[in-house]
C-alpha cells in the first residue's frame, strides 16, 4: 500500500524559513515524479513543485519559484521542500503527491499524503 | 498557463440523481491531459479519471469523464450519498493548475 506522511508543519513568521518532509512507502521511490500541492483554509488546490524521479529536473509553480526549492533523498525514499522568504499568503496545508509516472513534466497526481499545515503569520 | 474555469459553483442534487460538473480550459489541452479528482472534509485529494475519461483503479463506473480541446465533463449517473463532495479538474498538458473545484452538496 502506498503510504506518504508528510512532516514539518509550524507556526513561522514573515520572511522565516521552514523545511517539509515527505517519507514515502509501499512503492518504488525513485521510479516516480513527486509533487508537492498545497490547500490554503477554505480554498481549492495549488500545484507547487515537481521534481522528476532521478532528481534531473524540477519546476515550480510562479507564485513560490526562487523561494522555494523541492529536493529528493532517494536512498532515503523521501521529498522534501525548502521553504524562503516565507508570506502570509503561503499559508496552507502542504500535500506531497507521488506522480503517475517518472516524467520530467508530471502527469497526473496518483496518490496523495495527508498533508502537513505551515501558518505564516506574526 | 492555462487556466481552468469549473461549473457551477455548486450543485444542489438528491441521491439517485445525475450530476454533470463542467471543467473549461483557456487553451486547448494537448492529448487529453486532464484529471479529475474528489475531495471529501478533512480529506486529501482522490484520484477519479485521467486522460479524460480513463477511470482510476477502484473507481465506480457511475463516474465517467469526457470531452477535448476545452471542454470537459465529469458525469456521475446516479448519485449515492458518499458522492456528495468537492470536485477539481486538473490539467498535465502544460505544467499543472487545477480548477476552482465544484461542491456537490444534498438538495
Known amino acids: 500500500e502506498v503510504q506518504l506522511v508528510e512532516s514539518g508543519g509550524v507556526v513561522v513568521q514573515p520572511g522565516g524559513s521552514l523545511r517539509l518532509s515527505c517519507a514515502a512507502s509501499?512503492?518504488?521511490?525513485?521510479?516516480?515524479?513527486m509533487h508537492w500541492v498545497r490547500q490554503a483554509p477554505g480554498k481549492g488546490l495549488e500545484w507547487v513543485s515537481l521534481?522528476?524521479?532521478?532528481?534531473?529536473?524540477?519546476s515550480y509553480a510562479d507564485s513560490v519559484d526562487g523561494r522555494f526549492t523541492i529536493s529528493r533523498d532517494n536512498s532515503k525514499n523521501s521529498l522534501y521542500l525548502q521553504m524562503n522568504s516565507l508570506r502570509t499568503e503561503d499559508t496552507a496545508l502542504y500535500y506531497c503527491?507521488?506522480?503517475?509516472?517518472?516524467?520530467?513534466?508530471?502527469?497526473?497526481?496518483?496518490?496523495w499524503g495527508q498533508g502537513t499545515l505551515v501558518t505564516v503569520s506574526s | 498557463e492555462i487556466v481552468l474555469t469549473q461549473s457551477p459553483g455548486t450543485l444542489s442534487l438528491s441521491p439517485g440523481e445525475r450530476a454533470t460538473l463542467s471543467c473549461r480550459a483557456s487553451?486547448?489541452?494537448?492529448?487529453?491531459?486532464l484529471a479529475w479528482y474528489q475531495q471529501k472534509p478533512g480529506q486529501a485529494p482522490r484520484l477519479l479519471i485521467y486522460?479524460?475519461?480513463s477511470r482510476a483503479t477502484g473507481i465506480p463506473d457511475r463516474f465517467s469523464g469526457s470531452g477535448s480541446g476545452t471542454d470537459f465533463t465529469l458525469t456521475i449517473s446516479r448519485l449515492e450519498p458518499e458522492d456528495f463532495a468537492v470536485y477539481y479538474c486538473?490539467?498535465?498538458?502544460?505544467?499543472?493548475?487545477f480548477g476552482g473545484g465544484t461542491k456537490v452538496e444534498i438538495k
Open positions: 487553451q486547448s489541452i494537448s492529448s487529453s491531459y
Open positions: 503527491a507521488k506522480d503517475s509516472s517518472s516524467s520530467s513534466l508530471g502527469e497526473y497526481f496518483h496518490h
Open positions: 486538473q490539467q498535465y498538458g502544460r505544467s499543472h493548475t
Open positions: 521534481i522528476a524521479w532521478d532528481g534531473g529536473a524540477t
Open positions: 509501499g512503492f518504488t521511490f525513485d521510479d516516480y515524479t
Open positions: 486522460g479524460a475519461s
